[in-house]
């Protein structure tokens, strides 16, 4: 028998670890059919992103960052159509996308930040908040707009900084964080399509 929804579909994009993505990809199965996570876009070969695919059995796209960004950009169009796309997450997604690219995906695309922004935008969240010597750190989930980290909030969760913390268990807690961050998203994706 047909389903009486149609599922929401996520692609999820990261350059590296994958950590994001395999807890994204975990808990978007773990949520039942409402929501799937039908690809994972990568722009770099030798990501660990591909082995999580693997063994999540989850087709990975790997598109490198060959040519020109407009050429690389409209890989992961084609890509993205391809597969039925309606929302992206990025995860740990490395390179900025282009004004062009975000006005194509207005509110549709969505990115994990590691820090509490607008304190600490750019590349190193954990490491600049860290060196900064903040006492309370923090986590952002945001649309993305034609700017750096600059798009509306959706959900923030803080940390304090332990006396004893190094970078790595600092960078180990706000982690833990954002995976919160995009499960309970994923929660409020399944409940509206529900409703
Ligand atoms: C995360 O801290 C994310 O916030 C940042 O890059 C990191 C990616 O980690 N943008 P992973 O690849 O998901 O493990």
Known sequence: MEPKFRPLRVAVMASGNGSNAE????????????????????????????????????PCEVIPRDGTKEAHEAKIAETLARHDIHVIF?????????????????????????????????????????????????????????????GPVIAQKTFERRPDDTLETFRARGMELEYQLYREFIDTLVRSAAA
């Open 90 to 150: 990025l995860a740990g997604y490395m390179r900025i996308l282009s004004p062009a690219f975000i006005r194509a995906w207005p509110r549709r695309i969505i990115n994990i930040h590691p820090s509490l922004l607008p304190a600490f935008p750019g590349r190193d969240g954990y490491g600049d908040a860290f060196r900064a010597g903040v006492p309370v750190s923090g986590v952002t989930l945001h649309y993305v707009d034609e700017g750096v980290d600059t």
């Open 23 to 58: 807890n994204i990809a975990r808990h978007a199965s773990a949520c039942g059919e409402r929501l799937c996570v039908p690809v994972i876009i990568c722009d770099r070969p030798d990501a660990f992103v591909i082995e999580r695919a693997k063994k999540l059995g989850i």
